[in-house]
């Protein structure tokens, strides 16, 4: 595991661990921004997508085992060093251990695919959301933005978006309007809670 070289920006690091195109897009968000930086992307997956992408990107990521994260201080001491602002997770699938919470106390935020409680719990992620929207023909959808506690999506609320539904949505469909809601929402979520 690598750490970073400090300077003067607030830091945002990003844990994820799939696809990322939350992860880079907020990358995408800050890259010019002065004050903000997008340090770190980390993921427990080696072969995850995301880190694929910030590797081309040239974003510094750290790979690490569950272990790390569960059985050790590693991570957490990783994470020290970098001293970050705020953690961002973005499709990262493990829970954060209490130590974290501890440690780092309304630092660490979470995107959720649905309007919070509705649908949210363990397990609850990606398509196994959609499907539940799809099923029960709801009228609209939406994205939480949320606090991470001990339990999976339930801390404090910081934002919601909806979107309404149309009679004809299918999973490609419903996953494109909340993915839109994520990229245009998330970042600016992040860059209130640095203010
Ligand atoms: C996002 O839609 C995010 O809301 C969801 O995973 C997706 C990750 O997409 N997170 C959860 O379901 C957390 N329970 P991405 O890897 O392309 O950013």
Redesign the pocket.
Known sequence: MEQSASNSKKKIIIL?S??????INIYHYFRENKEVEVSHILSNNKTSR?LRRAHDLGIKCIHFEKEDLYDSSNLLNVIKDINPDVIA?????LKIPISFLQEFPNQIV????SLLPKYGGEG???ER?FKKVLKNNDKEAG?TIHYVNEN??EGEIIAQYKVELEGNEDLLSLEDK??AL?YEYYPKEIEKLLD
């Open positions: 994820a799939g696809n990322g195109t939350n992860a995301v997770l973005a499709g990262f699938l979470n995107i959720h695919p609850m992620y990606g959301v994205i999976y999506d909340i993915h994520e």
